[in-house]
């Protein structure tokens, strides 16, 4: 994947890397202002201002504890599903703050999808039933339209050609890599404009891995993705801007080249050539 | 020094095998003598004819159509309430007045089953001057909630966590997660149903005060009613040996329908077990 | 606790403080050879070692870019390392050609020596500098000598064209000037260098 042209690094000029081709329809971006959340007493996200820029791929690196799930999980309104969880400060889409009054956190949970750790197909629900999930479960009932969508949100994630025979079997049938683009198709299907990845490939072999990060390349000409990983070498490979956390700040954020090639801050530099701890 | 280890090994065994005879015993002398006792008293006629005056054995068909009749309308008040409990507690009670009642649950669970027919004698025999066959059902099924509450809370708590975030995440509505969990533990809030109405089936003590007994076939709502277990005591106490080879036959039913409902719930989460792995 | 990466930069480090050791003192033997005379055979072997050195600081660089992906720092410092032992190589190349101009010449002991030691002097300084530059990571030094490349440069051109001027005796003008060109060379691979040694420490990209 060749690099595209260097900006001055302000994150104004974004390079060929990230040309939306012909039809795609844009994400949105995410602006935040200002989050501190906290585990009841304990502060585990401190005035944390990071922009997300639209239809580009954005890493959050840092080591365990630093924050960097507890962020995602706010932005998709997860976060307070812990008892005694809390927020405070602003998560703007498209302008809008979702922790405003105007909008449900269910509403919220429709526009920004969510693919988890493990992956975890509904293992009572067919395949297609699992992509259409989000449909079906908020009531949509016209079958011709559900597999419609289940179709081409399984062609989108690759898995169409090696499942359409088998449309019926149990969605927990499927190999793990399998599974993971399955839950990944189940997002897509809902119609999302962010699609949040929580260490998606953590629990995959390298191949299923390979697969999927070529999939997410692809997937930001229509979505703007976010993604953590404790893992570097794919935060360099995936994502066209990273962000460093650490103990629940963030310390540094930039183009990705930028960040690992010649980083600002001396605990980027020592976390990402391994001189930690 | 390892004979005498050995020894003490082979004592202990035996001493263990001794104390399983010893427990077994009972369990076993029942079942051979209800057996022995009431299988001679089986008959068609056992099913369809009514209580026979004294020294004529003829039937206790009025007793199992009381049962069924009882068990049947206990089902419908202990089931709904007991499974609607058992998901609040689950999905909705991470908090203090759900803990409260999860607490009240399990210690009504092993409650005196004649406190809920001394409750229902109080608030409903009582005012309407006689026992009835809704006393005697608003008894068993008040009996019942306990024990389906905790059952399907225990059955819920089984279904992994990664299930209802999926569902959240993707936009579903608090209510439509529940019911997507509840269908995910179907076998296990069944099998808690299940063992309940077996355990209601037998029994005697808040009958006594609230549904009474009756030497008819049901005739009426608010008319006592035959059951198998009054039935066994009533006959069982009578000096009439006619009439207790019947209780003893009574006794027998019920027996093979407990048996029945544990049996069959064996093979239910046997077959689980298997197909989950 | 040493990273599994550390083993192979600290190997790299000290294959170029050897080479930088080796082509500084074949620049040395050569001037020596020129000013009083001399043969230097030894800077023949000197210069094939550095080009099997140059070649094993490929080779390693390579191999520590594949096995371990460094980034930020290392990754700099890896790519700098090909750049900075090709100038050290390119040292002790330009001393050769230095001893093979002094070969083909023969005897140049009549020859006015001042213009080519004056800017040998300044070279040699520069050399230094550079060494030391890498060696201790210093930015500073590396910095000023990119300056005293300048004065090299004026140093070159002035003599070149006082030499250029005499036309008394060919084989002096010829072998001075040749040789003159060689010092201005190296001193342009001090300078690069330096500047690699700036990249290193900061990240900054040298103007080129």
Redesign the interface.
Same mark, same amino acid.
């Given at each position: 994947m060749p690099v595209g042209s260097r900006d001055s690094g302000d994150g104004s000029g974004f390079a060929a890397l990230n040309e939306l081709g012909p039809g795609a329809s844009p994400g949105a971006g995410i602006e935040i202002k200002r989050l501190c959340a906290f585990y009841g007493r304990k502060q585990a996200l401190y005035d944390i201002d990071l922009r997300i820029p639209p239809n580009q791929v954005t890493a959050m690196i840092g080591p365990s504890g630093c924050g960097k799930s507890t962020l995602i999980r706010c932005i998709n309104r997860m976060h307070e599903m812990i008892p005694d969880a809390s927020v405070s400060g602003q998560i703007l889409l498209h302008g809008v703050d979702v922790y405003g009054g105007s909008m449900d956190a269910t509403d919220v949970r429709r526009r920004i999808g969510m693919v988890f750790q493990k992956p975890n197909p509904f293992p009572n629900m067919s395949i297609s039933d699992n992509v259409v999930a989000g449909l079906k479960l908020n009531g949509v009932r016209d079958k011709g339209r559900l597999h419609q969508r289940a179709k081409e949100c399984l062609e989108k994630v690759y898995l169409w050609d090696e499942v359409k025979d088998e449309l019926k079997r149990s969605g927990a049938s499927l190999s793990g890599g399998q599974q993971q683009r399955l839950c990944i198709a189940r997002a897509l299907a809902i119609e999302p404009e962010v699609i949040l990845m929580d260490e998606p490939c953590s629990a995959l072999d390298p191949t299923a891995t390979a697969k999927i990060e070529e999939l997410i390349a692809e997937l930001k000409t229509q979505y703007t993705v976010v993604i953590v990983t404790h893992n570097m070498q794919q935060a360099s490979r995936v994502a066209d801007h990273t962000a460093f956390m650490y103990l629940g700040k963030l310390i540094e954020y930039g183009e990705t080249a930028m960040i690992f090639e010649r980083p600002r801050e001396e605990l980027t530099e020592r976390y990402i050539t391994g001189k930690f701890g | 020094m390892t004979s005498r280890r050995a020894l003490k090994d082979r004592i202990l065994i035996g001493l263990t095998f001794v104390c399983v005879v010893i427990a077994i015993v009972p369990l076993a002398t029942i079942l051979y003598y209800v057996t022995v006792r009431g299988l001679p008293a089986i008959s068609l006629e056992f099913f369809t004819k009514v209580t026979p005056p004294p020294s004529v054995a003829e039937g206790m068909g009025n007793a199992v159509q009381g049962t069924l009749l009882l068990v049947g309308l206990a089902t419908c008040i202990g089931i709904p309430f007991g499974v609607l409990s058992g998901v609040y507690i689950s999905e909705y009670g991470?908090?203090l007045f759900g803990r409260t009642v999860r607490f009240f649950g399990d210690v009504l669970v092993g409650n005196p089953s004649i406190v809920f027919g001394l409750l229902v004698a109080i608030v409903i025999v009582s005012p309407t001057h006689g026992y009835s066959v809704v006393a005697g059902s608003v008894a068993l099924g008040t009996l019942m909630i306990p024990i389906v509450t905790v059952a399907t809370a225990e059955a819920l708590k089984m279904v992994?966590n #990664?299930?209802r975030? +999926?569902? $959240? +995440? *993707?936009?579903?509505?608090k209510w439509? $997660?529940s019911l *997507?969990v509840v #269908?995910?533990a179907k076998s296990g809030v069944a099998t808690g149903a299940l063992l309940a109405t077996a355990r209601i089936m037998g029994e005697t003590a808040p009958l006594l005060l609230t549904a009474g007994s009756s030497t008819l076939w049901y005739n009426g709502l608010w008319r006592p009613v035959a059951s198998l277990p009054s039935y066994i005591y009533l006959f069982g106490i009578s000096p009439f040996p006619d009439w207790i080879t019947l209780a003893w036959g009574a006794a027998f039913i019920l027996i093979v329908i407990v048996m029945g409902i544990n049996i069959t719930v064996r093979m239910l989460t046997r077959r689980r077990s298997d197909a989950g792995g | 606790m040493p990273r599994l990466m550390d083993m192979g930069l600290d190997k790299l480090n000290s294959l170029l403080l050897e080479m930088a050791q080796i082509s500084e003192s074949a620049v040395a033997a050569a001037i020596e050879a020129y000013s009083k005379g001399g043969k230097a055979d030894e800077v023949k072997e000197w210069s094939f070692r550095l080009q099997s050195l140059h070649r094993q600081v490929s080779d390693l660089s390579m191999e520590v870019i594949a096995r371990f992906q460094p980034v930020a720092s290392d990754l700099r410092f890896v790519k700098s390392c090909f750049e900075i032992s090709y100038g050290f190589y390119r040292y002790g190349r330009y001393a050769l050609d230095i001893v093979e101009v002094l070969n083909m010449f023969g005897d140049l002991s009549r020859c006015d020596h001042k213009a080519v030691n004056g800017t040998a002097r300044n070279t040699q300084e520069m050399i230094r500098m550079s060494v030391d530059a890498f060696a201790r990571r210093d930015v500073a030094l590396a910095r000023r000598i990119r300056k005293m490349d300048d004065i090299v440069d004026d140093s070159y051109r002035q003599h070149v064209r006082s030499v250029i001027g005499q036309k008394k005796d060919m084989k002096c003008t010829l072998s001075a000037a040749l040789i003159l060109r060689y010092l201005e060379r190296i001193a342009d691979h001090a300078t690069y260098i330096g500047e690699s040694v700036d990249y290193i420490v900061t990240g900054i990209e040298p103007t080129k």
């Open positions: - | 991470k908090n992994p #990664s299930i975030e +999926a569902s $959240t +995440a *993707l936009g579903v509505r439509r $997660t *997507l #269908s995910n | -």
